[in-house]
């Protein structure tokens, strides 16, 4: 019975692991979308990746640096060819559980008369920044990207140019505010 | 004595040949030989050298030997195509990722330089 306890607990970790969970709706919008991605990398696909990106080169020398003490990287973005085609629940669904404590708002723009939302949540403790969520909704374009782990925003904005990531020129000074009610 | 030297002499005793012998065995070399007898043949002399225990006991470790080696570039192989897939699926998030914090600091910055707009503004209408 322990046995069995523990092959439960074992075999379960993979679905707790991710902190911030994407609601299972998400992933029936892939089949109204025209473009849709879905990248799934735990710790151990992470470090798999890690060996398959040079030290010699600099350019993914940075990117094994920046994913080295990474829990998981988490993106799901659709792309539609008309609006309306997700709802705002959906979104919701993952902003709720960013209102846990530990998670700030960094950046919040909404624009009603676009439609545009584009929201930067951090997680921090003591030891720094320790997650990093990104919801930027459109009209015909939902993004979410969460990273798990302790990430340098430094090093992220230091990869834009390389490998397609483009140029960011983040102020590196902001402080995290906490998250402000909507 | 005498009683071996009769079983002996009974035993070697000269035995002349059916009628028909010679005539069977003309028959026999004239007749074409089967070719299932050949492949055997072929067979036999192939297997001929694990015949030796020794060699029989080096042919299965060979096999065994090529069966892991075998096994072994195959998990290789798949274990690669999954770095490599991992590897392409980092860059890719990371891209997004990038391309989201770009579309979000240029909006933030956006409404910096709308705002700074109207008070520059204001402040000429008070002037």
């Known amino acids: ?182 | 004595m005498s009683r071996l030297d009769d079983a002996l002499r009974e035993a070697l005793r000269r035995e002349e040949p059916a009628a028909d012998f010679t005539a069977r065995v003309l028959a026999r070399v004239a007749s074409p030989r089967p070719k299932v007898s050949r492949r055997r043949a072929l067979w036999e002399t192939l297997r001929l050298p694990l015949r030796a225990p020794k060699l029989r006991w080096a042919g299965a470790a060979v096999l065994c030997l090529v069966a892991v080696f075998g096994f072994q570039y195959r998990r290789e192989r798949q274990v690669r195509a999954e770095g490599e897939q991992a590897r392409q699926q980092v860059i890719l998030a990371l891209r997004i990722a990038g391309a989201k914090l770009q579309v979000a600091q240029a909006k933030v910055d956006a409404l910096h330089s709308s705002k700074a707009a109207t008070v520059r503004e204001r402040a000429k209408e008070d002037q």
């Not at chain 1, 849709?36 to 940075?62: E, Q, R, W």
């Not at chain 1, 340098?152 to 505010?177: E, N």
């Open chain 1, 1 to 182: 019975m322990k046995r069995l306890i523990a092959y439960f607990l074992i075999g379960s970790v993979p679905f707790f692991a991710q902190e911030i969970k994407f609601p299972a709706s998400l992933d029936k919008l892939a089949a109204k979308a025209v473009e849709s991605v879905d990248v799934t990398l735990d710790s151990s696909m992470l470090k798999l990746a890690g060996k398959f990106l040079s030290g010699d080169d600099p350019d993914s020398a940075k990117v094994k640096k920046l994913i080295a003490g990474l829990k998981g990287i988490y993106v799901k973005s659709f792309e539609f060819s008309k609006e309306g085609e997700y709802s705002e629940a959906d979104v919701e669904a993952v902003r709720s559980q960013l209102k846990a404590p530990g998670w700030s708002r960094i950046v919040g723009v909404r624009s009603k008369r676009q439609g545009d939302n584009a929201e930067v949540y951090i997680k921090s403790d003591s030891n720094g920044i320790v997650g990093l969520t990104i919801v930027a909704a459109e009209p015909k374009e939902l993004t979410l990207v969460n990273i798990d782990g302790p990430i340098d925003l430094d090093q992220l904005t230091d990869l834009g140019g390389h490998f397609g990531v483009p140029k960011m020129d983040l102020d590196r000074s902001a402080k995290p505010k906490k998250a402000e009610p909507k």
